[in-house]
């Protein structure tokens, strides 16, 4: 439903600003409109949930690519809100010795922090955490938690 009110509202645009702009200018908005292209503005306008997990593989402290889609909204929020800091945890599982699960939480930590960083947020605005194993968490938890801090 919400789809169909916001085409509605983007062909009265259309029709209203036709006197002011020129047919391949209304052409090309009517197409990023419907290829769900956001404008800049809005993109920094994301909601970002109280908490998002970045998974890894088992043993791994490679960032995945489908992962990395998780972080470009934590990215613009921080962007739009430069006030505002994280919190990244990170976790293993509970296969292998303590210290190699901490270790590893602490790669994964610095992955997630460093590509961050790559993306225009200082460093001092993320804190880190490396829990390594849990007995709280499932055997395949392989994750790194982002928490916004108020």
Same mark, same amino acid.
């Given at each position: ?5 916001? &085409? ?5 645009? #259309?029709? @209203? ?7 391949? @200018? /209304?052409?090309?908005?009517?197409? /990023? ?17 109280? %908490?998002?997990? &970045?998974?890894?593989?088992?043993? =791994?402290?490679?960032? /995945?690519?489908?992962?990395?889609? +998780? /972080? %470009? ?5 921080? +962007? =739009? ?5 994280? $919190?990244? #945890? ?12 901490? *270790? ?5 930590? !610095? #992955? &997630? $922090?460093?590509? *961050? !960083? !790559?993306?225009?947020?200082? !460093? ?15 055997? %395949? ?10």
């Amino acid at each position: 439903m919400r789809r169909k009110n916001n &085409v509605r509202s983007v062909f009265i645009i #259309v029709i @209203t600003m036709c006197k002011r702009f020129c047919f391949k @200018t /209304l052409f090309l908005m009517l197409v /990023l409109f419907c290829m769900n292209v956001v404008p800049a503005q809005s993109r920094s306008r994301q909601k970002v949930d109280k %908490e998002v997990h &970045v998974y890894f593989n088992f043993r =791994s402290a490679r960032l /995945l690519r489908e992962q990395t889609a +998780k /972080l %470009e909204p934590v990215c613009a929020y921080l +962007k =739009s809100h430069p006030k505002r800091s994280i $919190s990244l #945890v990170g976790y293993t599982s509970m296969e292998g010795s303590a210290h190699q699960n901490k *270790l590893l939480a602490k790669w994964r930590v !610095e #992955v &997630v $922090s460093q590509w *961050l !960083e !790559e993306h225009g947020i200082e !460093e001092s605005r993320i804190r880190t955490n490396a829990m390594g194993q849990s007995e709280k968490t499932p055997v %395949e938890d392989c994750r790194v938690v982002i928490c916004v801090i108020q």
